[in-house]
């Protein structure tokens, strides 16, 4: 028996590929936002004992990297990778799950708009943001936001997996043939 027989059909399987993605990095994103939005909290706290100290320009220097980049790219890794296989399922709250995230998503990129320029200010040291505005938007955003990564987590992930899981069988069992 030739010793690579098995390598033989590896690589006659390899270009089979799950099309959705393996889910670690999505899950380690949403434990990032987590921390971004308890440090969300930490900030008004110190704006409202201490304005624009040190703690509060570095708190929002933090919240502005993940927001502007690795927060932003989440969810279009969402949007391109994740959602339209969950959207072609044809299963009904599984779609209308996803909707809502989407939804989600469009305000969740609203709000940061707004709140963006408030925060560049604080991390720039300068007085002209809006503390009362950042009292009622901070809590309103941050709620939102674990709204969302709840209903990822509990609801949408736990399907997507599941689906990824039969893939992952099935281009297996073809592999096995
Ligand atoms: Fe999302
Ligand atoms: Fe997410």
Redesign the pocket.
């Known amino acids: 028996m030739p010793r690579n027989i098995f390598a033989h059909r590896a690589s006659r399987s390899s270009p089979a590929a799950a099309s959705l993605p393996g889910f670690e990095p999505l899950d380690r994103a949403h434990a990032a936002a987590l921390e971004m939005l308890d440090q969300f909290d930490r900030l008004l706290a110190r704006l409202q004992s201490h304005g624009t100290d040190d703690l509060a320009r570095q708190h929002a220097m933090s919240i502005i990297g993940f927001f502007d980049g690795p927060g932003r790219q ?2 279009a890794d ?1 949007e391109s990778l994740v959602f339209p296989q969950l959207l072609a399922s044809g299963d009904e709250q599984l779609v209308a799950h996803v909707h809502r ?1 989407q939804e ?2 469009a305000w969740l990129e609203q709000d940061w708009r707004e709140l963006g320029p408030q925060l560049e200010a604080i991390a720039g040291g300068y007085n002209w943001y809006d503390l009362d505005m950042l009292r009622v938007a901070l809590p309103l955003f941050t709620a939102l936001y674990r709204e ?2 709840e209903l ?1 987590e509990t609801q949408v992930y736990p399907a997507a997996k599941r689906r990824r899981a039969v893939e992952l069988e099935a281009i297996a069992s073809r592999a096995m043939e």
């Open positions: 989440h969810h969402e995230l989600d998503h969302h990564i990822e």
